[in-house]
């Protein structure tokens, strides 16, 4: 319980920063998880001893979104898929790109669940847990990341496997030097030693100006990430009543912190590779973790 009353303010912030950000993420995303449900497929057969059964597994897509990975598995021809977030936009989503998925009679369609994962109560044991695109680190803080994976070997199988897509701190911190003195093309009030960005959209019949601006904060190790936005109506901004805005604290780790925490959690590493969109950049600031439950 007290871990559910502490994560509503975390809830709504991602709330508020999805309603933006799937306007920019959301069509470029869902093209990217064509090609990272095919890398995932081949790492996962590595790593399974009956490779012709791995359609068969249960697979739980944790922070699933609109469930672009979802979907893909479903897609190509697995079976056993249960999708979890807690936003009702998501789901929402999710629901409008299953409409437009020919549907095969002989495959049972993904389930999806609208709610926190720390929340979910089966009876069912995972052969394998997805938690794609930086999705472990959302809670900005150790206690209930680690939390995360206690759940998370909870509800696997022994010998079931979780897959981790995350950043790492220490190669973000560079990353971001690269990026701080760059100039802004806009004027947009936020401190200097912050990165900003800008994007122009469309979506559901609209065009959007969104901006953006990202922090680090060194001593939390974590990733501020703000986003906000306003409807362009015949070349104009309408600022009035139209913008939105939303921020969220994102904590990334080292690999030696992450490592530790699997182990402490009862996993041990596998692999370690680059992220799902090019497995063999081992050199990307995004990772993909293998660990097996113990």
């Not at 809830?11 to 920063?17: A, E, M, P, Q, Y």
């Not at 052969?127 to 900005?140: E, N, P, R």
């Not at 509800?155 to 100039?183: A, H, M, Q, Y």
């Not at 939105?244 to 990334?252: F, H, N, P």
């Amino acid at each position: 319980m007290e871990y559910t009353i502490a994560k509503k303010k975390y809830l709504k912030d991602w709330d508020d920063w999805n309603r933006v950000a799937v306007k920019i993420y959301y069509e470029s995303k869902t093209q990217d998880a064509i090609v990272e449900v095919e890398n995932l497929i081949s790492i996962i057969s590595n790593f399974f001893e009956f490779k012709q059964k791995i359609y068969d597994m249960r697979i739980l897509d944790v922070g699933a979104g609109w469930g672009r990975h979802t979907l893909e598995l479903y897609k190509r021809g697995f079976k056993k898929i249960l999708a979890i977030d807690s936003s009702p936009l998501m789901k929402k989503l999710f629901e409008r790109e299953l409409s437009k998925v020919t549907v095969d009679p002989g495959i049972p369609i993904p389930s999806y669940i609208q709610d926190d994962f720390m929340n979910l109560k089966t009876d069912d044991e995972f052969d394998l847990i997805l938690v794609l695109w930086s999705m472990f680190g959302t809670c900005d803080n150790d206690e209930e990341n680690f939390a995360f994976l206690k759940k998370s070997a909870e509800v696997l199988k022994c010998g079931g496997r979780l897959v981790i897509e995350t950043i790492l701190w220490d190669r973000l911190c560079k990353l971001f030097d690269c990026f701080i003195n760059v100039n802004s093309v806009f004027t947009f009030d936020v401190p200097s030693s912050q990165i900003r960005h800008w994007e122009k959209r469309y979506w559901d019949g609209q065009e959007w100006l969104i901006l953006g601006a990202m922090s680090l904060s060194e001593k939390e190790k974590v990733l501020r990430y703000s986003l906000f936005e306003w409807v362009i109506s015949d070349s104009q901004l309408v600022v009035e009543s139209s913008g939105a805005s939303g921020t969220i604290s994102l904590r990334y780790y080292e690999l030696r912190e992450l490592i530790g925490m699997l182990s402490d959690a009862g996993f041990i590493i596998e692999r370690v590779y680059g992220p799902l969109l090019n497995p063999e950049n081992f050199y990307d600031t995004r990772i993909t973790m293998i660990a097996k439950k113990l």
